[in-house]
């Protein structure tokens, strides 16, 4: 499973499934971090500008580290960031 192999090898997931792992993410005590994005239709070059914007958003805001946080790609440098499971 993505998640166990994630989570084994300290390794962030990043996924357009977004209700499924933002649930392991929430029932989860501790993990690397999740990166959803929640666009529809993107091509393969969308997907990765916005994940390219998400790295930058991360390393600026979060001192590169999303141990338990999920951060939603909402559109063109449009994040939210979440900390799950709540604190």
Not at 33 to 51: D, P
Request: with cysteine; proline share 2%; aromatic share 8%.
């Amino acid at each position: 499973m993505v998640w166990e192999y994630a989570y084994r090898n300290d390794l962030i997931v990043v996924t357009i499934n977004v209700g499924d792992f933002i649930h392991l993410a929430a029932s989860a005590e501790l993990h690397p971090g999740v990166i959803v994005l929640r666009e529809a239709g993107l091509n393969r070059l969308e997907q990765w500008e916005r994940l390219r914007d998400a790295i930058a958003f991360v390393q600026a805001e979060c001192a590169g580290d999303l141990v338990n946080r999920v951060l939603e790609i909402r559109g063109k440098e449009a994040f939210r960031l979440h900390v799950l499971p709540a604190e």
